[in-house]
């Protein structure tokens, strides 16, 4: 499959370089970001194949998430016959209340969060804000409805703190390392990585996120 010049310029330029920050201020058109995910998509199937003795890591910045859609690293990894990959070395950065948002209701949650009242008000308030979120909504109760959802958050992670708090001091290590390296080792901790994708950023190749959430 042949490589854009794009392409063979981000190599070359990566090559030369152990790490740092590339920006590539090219105009909309000239394959920027098909490019790019063709890169870091090959360079993570070559660590799988050992052709690479350090597995890569890559932090992709857009000014905007939604100009990047996670489909487009999911269909370059199956194109390339490594679909388990994505989900294996892929994660997208939203804020805390989007995340909190999308999958809240998804996640199962230890017995010792469930019961607490943060939980509780914290569920009671994506509920509010979702039966608002409409095309119809007024934008400024909108906010406001995710305001509160924002404030209720802040009170469920510092119980979520806690509890992991507790939890440490009765687990067969020290800290938390092992589990943020190796989390799919560690199933009954994954809700955390469910509910704050920001946890894998220790453990995967590819993170991608806007420019407000990087800084």
Known sequence: MSKTLVYK????????HDHGIFLLPLPTGYG??????????????????????????????TNLIKNLKKEDFEE????????DLYEKE????????DNIVENFEKVK???EICITESCRKLKKKIKSYKSYDNP?????IKDLYKKMVGEAERDFRKDVRKYLKD???????????????????????????QLYPTAYIYSKSVLVMSMDKFL
């Open 32 to 61: 920027k970001t098909y490019s790019s995910l063709d890169y870091i998509t090959d360079q993570v199937i070559a660590y799988y194949k050992k052709e690479l003795k350090q597995k890569p890591k890559f932090i992709f910045v």
């Open 76 to 83: 370059m990894f199956a194109n390339k016959g490594y679909p």
């Open 167 to 193: 939890e440490l001091k009765n687990s067969p290590f020290e800290d938390w390392n092992q589990v943020l390296k190796s989390p799919e080792q560690y199933p009954k901790y994954l809700w955390i990585f």
């Open 136 to 140: 119809r909504a007024d934008l400024e």
């Open 109 to 111: 949650l230890p017995v």
């Open 9 to 16: 310029f981000l190599q070359n330029y990566i090559s030369t």
């Open 90 to 97: 892929f994660a997208m950065f939203q804020n805390n209340i």
